[in-house]
């Protein structure tokens, strides 16, 4: 069993139209590699659903987005994304915007295969005002509590970045926090890895082994992609690129900005976008933004 | 009783933020930005042992982490608390945030999605990022830097994130609860929802700063508290507990100008 493929063969999957989730948070273990390879290619009218980064904002920025699933979109350090910004007041998007806690419920409530999970969040707000397939439920119990039946967000694929991975498709998130990439895994009919390092086979002690936050069978394929994460984060390894950052945001300033950013970073390929960022050396070794 | 007048602005209000904690026992006081960080840390510091925070980032700590480049500071962790615990946090409602909302209108109810028209906005925000299930379920107090008319609103806020005091977007069986909105600080007050009907009242004032001006920069009526007075002026213990928890002075670039926490008189 060998799962290993590049991030074309990911991408080649890939369907216009398809509902795709990101791991990650904001500026954080995005799998950057894979949305560049995205981003050259002809796919279109995608359903993102993600913790908004950029990500999000590169795939708006690049009119593959159909539709938005999320709860922010932030680079963090700068609190607005920038292209997420201008395509959303373009009015170009269609939106699910949910609390941050909804939707993490619509991936475990797919995840799990039931078809909603019940949740207070939401309630009294414009989520469910602006959404109105989301559903309210009465507790069939003697509290008779109304509740929000946050339903399932089941995904095509699910596009995850880790620290480890083998040919198996076991992976390692090494990093404090792990954040959601497991709920995001599991709601997917395919998961594809992308992984700073990848192993024929792992070989962990009972320490290193608890990194791991979910099940190979869940992983379709696993791409190798060192600094794949960047701009954003991959700790303990790397922080985020504040000077490629500011150059993305300047960007949706800039007439024609896509476009250059475009021609400059992405076209070119991954190599030649590792040499525009002064290289594997210097990208790996980014501080980690302290806080 | 300090007579200390050399204080800024922003230690002030970290002082007034420490103070929203005060009695909420163990819980995870989440104070977001610079000011609210300080001042849950402030309050951990001195009146509010019991209280947990974290490192901003996914570890627990009992001793409040100083901002910024930590120089030869090496945090202690006491726990952990991955975003993930932090929902499961949330939803059990043992936290008390301290948030900066775009907008606010008089029902506490808070906007971080967008300003202007919902479809075609006037400005995308960041969306409404945990406020629905941080309002429904804790307790939450509100930062504003500036306090004027754009962020205290006329009506209701363009699109309502985080749940209010307003009847109308209350249908009968849900819980409201476990909803629980105790303080504004701004620039000019601190607020409180203890009028009739949760109603919003001034609760101190800044010095220097009058119950006029505040009415005045605020898009909606306020009620003056009984024991309305001026904000209580930081002690050289806050102060020095405030700048060992700051050392790069990130506070001083948080509101405007940096003013003196007493305002001369225009």
């Known amino acids: 069993m060998n799962k290993l493929m590049t991030a074309a063969d990911v991408v080649a999957q890939l369907r216009d139209g398809m509902t795709i989730g990101f791991g990650g948070w904001g500026p954080r273990r995005k799998p950057m590699a894979i949305v560049r390879e995205i981003l050259r290619s002809d796919v279109k009218d995608l359903t993102v659903v993600s913790y908004g980064g950029p990500d999000v904002g590169m795939l708006c920025a690049a009119g593959k987005v159909k539709k938005l699933i999320f709860g922010f979109a932030t680079l963090d350090a700068i609190p607005l994304e920038p292209w997420y910004r201008k395509v959303r007041e373009s009015g170009a998007l269609e939106?699910?915007?949910?609390?941050?806690?909804?939707?993490?419920?619509?991936?475990?409530?797919?995840?799990?295969?039931?078809p909603f999970l019940p949740t207070r969040c939401g309630l009294a707000t414009d989520v469910t005002k602006l959404n109105p397939e989301l559903k309210t439920i009465q507790s069939p119990y003697a509290d008779g509590e109304v509740l929000l039946a946050m339903p399932a967000l089941k995904l095509d694929v699910a596009l995850v970045h880790v620290n480890v991975a083998d040919q198996l498709g076991n992976t390692l998130i090494q990093g404090g926090d792990p954040y959601f990439d497991h709920l995001v895994a599991r709601a997917a009919d395919a998961c594809y890895v992308s992984?700073?390092?990848?192993?024929?086979?792992?070989?962990?002690?009972?320490?290193?082994?608890?990194?791991?936050?979910?099940?190979?069978?869940?992983?379709?394929?696993?791409?190798?992609?060192?600094?794949?994460?960047?701009?954003?984060?991959?700790?303990?390894?790397?922080?985020?690129?504040m000077g490629?950052?500011?150059?993305?945001?300047?960007?949706?300033?800039?007439?024609?900005?896509?476009?250059?950013?475009?021609?400059?970073?992405?076209?070119?390929?991954?190599a030649a976008y590792q040499d525009k960022n002064g290289g594997i050396e210097r990208m790996g070794t980014l501080p980690l933004p302290v806080f | 009783?300090?007579?200390?007048?050399?204080?800024?602005?922003?230690?002030?209000?970290?002082?007034?933020?420490?103070?929203?904690?005060?009695?909420?026992?163990?819980?995870?006081?989440?104070?977001?930005?610079?000011?609210?960080?300080?001042?849950?840390?402030?309050?951990?510091?001195?009146?509010?042992?019991?209280?947990?925070?974290?490192?901003?980032?996914?570890?627990?700590?009992?001793?409040?982490?100083?901002?910024?480049?930590?120089?030869?500071?090496?945090?202690?962790?006491?726990?952990?608390?991955?975003?993930?615990?932090?929902?499961?946090?949330v939803w059990g409602g043992r936290r008390h945030a301290m948030i900066g909302p775009t907008q606010i209108d008089r029902f506490g109810q808070t906007n971080l999605s967008v300003v202007g028209d919902y479809?075609?906005?006037?400005?995308?925000?960041?969306?409404?990022?945990?406020?629905?299930?941080n309002s429904i379920n804790h307790i939450n107090s509100f930062f504003v830097p500036n306090h004027n008319t754009r962020v205290f609103v006329a009506g209701e806020v363009d699109m309502v994130s985080g749940v209010g005091f307003n009847p109308a977007r209350w249908e009968p069986g849900m819980k409201q609860d476990f909803m629980d909105i105790r303080r504004i600080v701004t620039d000019l007050c601190v607020m409180d929802f203890e009028g009739?009907?949760?109603?919003?009242?001034?609760?101190?004032?800044?010095?220097?700063?009058?119950?006029?001006?505040v009415q005045e920069k605020t898009g909606f009526p306020l009620l003056k508290a009984p024991e309305m007075g001026e904000t209580p002026h930081p002690t050289a213990a806050q102060l020095e507990i405030i700048r060992r928890l700051d050392p790069h002075d990130l506070r001083g670039a948080q509101i405007k100008g940096n003013p003196p926490g007493i305002r001369v008189a225009a």
Not at chain 1, 225 to 241: I, K
Not at chain 1, 248 to 269: N, R
Not at chain 2, 119 to 133: E, N
């Open chain 1, 244 to 270: 490629h950052f500011k150059r993305y945001v300047a960007s949706a300033a800039e007439e024609g900005g896509w476009q250059a950013y475009m021609d400059e970073f992405v076209t070119p390929g991954e």
């Open chain 1, 195 to 241: 992984a700073e390092r990848v192993e024929e086979r792992l070989a962990l002690t009972p320490d290193q082994a608890r990194f791991n936050t979910f099940e190979r069978y869940l992983v379709k394929g696993v791409v190798r992609a060192p600094c794949g994460a960047h701009p954003t984060t991959c700790a303990p390894e790397y922080g985020w690129d």
């Open chain 2, 119 to 133: 479809r075609k906005p006037k400005a995308a925000i960041l969306g409404v990022r945990g406020l629905p299930g």
């Open chain 2, 196 to 213: 009739p009907d949760h109603a919003i009242r001034v609760r101190s004032l800044h010095p220097g700063v009058s119950f006029d001006e």
């Open chain 1, 95 to 114: 939106l699910m915007e949910l609390d941050e806690g909804m939707w993490q419920w619509g991936l475990r409530a797919a995840g799990m295969r039931v």
């Open chain 2, 1 to 89: 009783m300090s007579n200390n007048t050399d204080f800024t602005l922003a230690e002030l209000m970290i002082v007034a933020a420490s103070e929203a904690w005060r009695g909420d026992g163990e819980v995870l006081a989440s104070g977001i930005g610079v000011i609210p960080r300080l001042g849950a840390s402030l309050a951990k510091l001195t009146y509010a042992p019991e209280l947990l925070m974290t490192d901003s980032e996914c570890f627990l700590v009992e001793e409040p982490i100083p901002l910024g480049p930590r120089g030869d500071y090496v945090p202690k962790y006491s726990g952990y608390m991955s975003f993930e615990r932090v929902f499961e946090c």
